[in-house]
């Protein structure tokens, strides 16, 4: 069912490069185009592969969204994983917020209705009406992010019928776990880490630690090198559509440029290497910073970029939505917390945030206009 609560019919096949809105329709073409499909995004339609293929897209947060090019079976395999794990199956009510050019979206509708679930499409709406239409409809399972999701508590009401929530995208800090624990009371909340080109990577229960990511879904493997994250598993992508360059191939492990560490079989992720910033010869990722800082009151988003300081060369700033009054408690904070070097220096306040498709923080746009 859409937004408006009507019921989504079958369609003919239609082009390979399918609309993205609206998610009703552009869903029910992709389900009727078995040679392939990209719903929106940019360049040639995908190309045909020797089993069932289709593009997704990525979040584009550090660039232009690159094209992933993946057999159909990479994720129909963790349809039933997550069938078996999540009791997602015909009669469960399952709903996803977000446009079918997310990835995430368009994998849980994809899913819903592959092991026969009722599906609902939630995007669009304003987060309060999301909210609403939850709870009157009784959804069990809900696919977010923790953008989406932060909206949602901030919206503010109860949904008592849900029962998961599966959260992927980055991870949740206390401030919003609580918000969760209020707006869905009888809920569990299952966050895990993947990537576009890799799908599932891990999975958190319950009883792992706060700040891990958890241990190899199943059918993963897991390997550090030179503190890199490299997997191998049924789940990853065959390429980039557009031969763009990304994710690194050695065989059959892949690497996506995350850094962490494995404690106990949990991960526990520093960031990507893209993102680190020498300050001072020590290492920062600003992830880990990002992270600490949208616990503290006062702040609604934040992102952490590198500032010129004449100096030290460069130096850490914060870019911040929130409470202005705060900022000398965030800044002294964030020092105890991580120290005099990676600490930001200063904080830039923004009215606005700008934001991607996929819900996550436009981080080029966040850079360019803070000078």
Do not use: C
């Not at 994720?75 to 069938?83: G, I, M, R």
């Not at 090198?225 to 049924?234: D, E, F, L, T």
């Amino acid at each position: 069912m859409d937004a408006r609560g009507a019921r989504v019919m079958p369609v003919a096949a239609g082009p390979v490069v399918i609309d993205a809105l609206p998610s009703g329709r552009a869903l029910a073409q992709a389900l009727a185009a078995p040679d392939g499909f990209r719903i929106g995004g940019a360049g040639e339609a995908p190309a045909r592969g020797p089993v069932p293929m289709f593009e997704t897209l990525t979040s584009g947060s550090t660039g232009v969204p690159r094209r992933i090019w993946r057999s159909q079976a990479s994720w129909t395999v963790s349809f039933q994983v997550n069938a078996g794990l999540f009791g997602i199956g015909p009669g469960v009510r399952v709903a996803v917020l977000g446009g079918m050019v997310q990835s995430l979206a368009l994998y849980g509708a994809l899913e819903a209705v592959h092991l026969g679930a009722e599906l609902h499409l939630l995007d669009g709406m304003r987060p309060d009406r999301q909210v609403a239409a939850l709870a009157q409809r009784r959804v069990a399972v809900i696919y977010a992010t923790p953008a989406q999701l932060r909206l949602l508590a901030a919206a503010g009401g109860l949904v008592p019928d849900l029962r998961l929530v599966l959260v992927g995208g980055s991870k949740l800090d206390p401030a919003l776990r609580a918000g969760l624990r209020r707006l869905f009371p009888a809920a569990v909340v299952r966050e895990f880490y993947g990537a576009a080109e890799a799908s599932f990577i891990t999975l958190a229960a319950e009883d792992s630690p706060l700040e891990s990511v958890g241990r190899a879904y199943p059918g993963v493997e897991i390997a550090l090198r030179a503190g890199a994250v490299w997997v191998r598993s049924p789940y990853l992508f065959a390429g980039y559509g557009g031969g763009e360059a990304g994710a690194v191939w050695d065989e059959d492990w892949l690497s996506v440029g995350e850094m962490g560490r494995l404690e106990a079989g949990n991960l526990y992720l520093s960031g990507r290497a893209g993102r680190m910033v020498t300050v001072a010869d020590q290492n920062v990722f600003p992830e880990g910073i990002e992270a600490f800082m949208a616990g503290l009151p006062g702040v609604r988003q934040v992102a952490v970029i590198p500032g010129a300081d004449p100096l030290r060369g460069v130096v850490m700033v914060a870019v911040v939505l929130g409470d202005v009054a705060q900022e000398a408690a965030i800044l002294a904070a964030t020092r105890r917390q991580f120290g005099a070097l990676a600490a930001p220096r200063a904080v830039i306040w923004r009215e606005g945030w700008p934001v991607l498709a996929s819900g996550k923080t436009d981080l080029l746009a966040i850079a360019r206009d803070a000078g």
